[in-house]
């Protein structure tokens, strides 16, 4: 059973997300306790009609504890998933740390959700650019095989914390002369009015580590790696959703209408694909909402097997959030299939 509850991160922008998740898919749980190190301990947080607060994050607060959501960088991560492990909790974390380790499951629930029952303890949640491009990808894979795929990013500046939409406001507000301008603190540069084609640091052959996470990641949530990625990653001055531009080479040819089909009928796809009516997934309309929106869906003029679409979700919800609770309630359900 996973009555017991932690949320590790509760204070920060993905961990007040669970924390709605849980109340308004009425997750099933007895007790949920919150852990923070300790810049949050002792600070409160409304859940519900609730007042809680944050505990500090030590070995003894795992005791009792069933099963751990975490949302925190990696090196918290490293340290902590032992302690709950130890005392018999199973640990979903959305930290880097994890995701390629081989005993760790890496889970999207709408493409792998089987391999969640191979887990020692730890079962990881994707970095929020290959979440919503794998479900994307799912059923086109399904359905005609994927060889290749071309990607490039226009990730909000939410996917850097709290911190990334604080800066985008004041440097905007700088650019338009509104408050004195100072130096960028969580990008590399000026985000405001401006576009940065980098995001992580140089990892492979010119490509950053969010790039490679696209690869890496995308392989080991299909089990095949046999599937090519070319991604570029980009900040944009934009507060929440993550857009994708994606170009698929499939193994059979897939008309554009087809494709259609396959992403409209896909668990946790909505398609708003109406070109001549102004309609197509942005950013701002996808703020606030669970699934992945898909649209421009047509045939690459340049080969013979492309399809070519644009995709945006909310990166802090199935980016972040949403998956990891989606996972929870994967455990919480094969618990209930095997009592
Ligand atoms: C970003 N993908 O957008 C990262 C967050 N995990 O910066």
Redesign the pocket.
Known sequence: MYENLALVGASGAVGRIVLDQLLQRQVPFRNLKLLASKRSAGTTVTFGNETKTIELLEPDAFNGVDLVIASTPDEVSAEFASWAVERGAVVVD?S?YWRMDPKVPLIVPEVNADAVSNHQGIIASP???TTQMVVAMAPIYRAVGIRRVVVS?Y??T????LA?PAELQRTSKAALGTAEASPPQTFQHDIAFNLIPQ??SEKHQGYTS?EM?MVYETRKIFGDDSIQVCPT?V?VPVMIG?SESILIETEKPLSAEEARELLAAAPGVTVVDDLNNQQYPMPRDCDGHDDVFVGRIRKDLSSENGIAFWCVSD?LRK??ATNAVQIAELLMKNVGATA
């Open positions: 959305e880097g970095n929020c650019s990013t990730q909000a939410s996917g850097a914390g990334g995001i992580g969010e996470k990653c900040r993550h990166n980016g972040a």
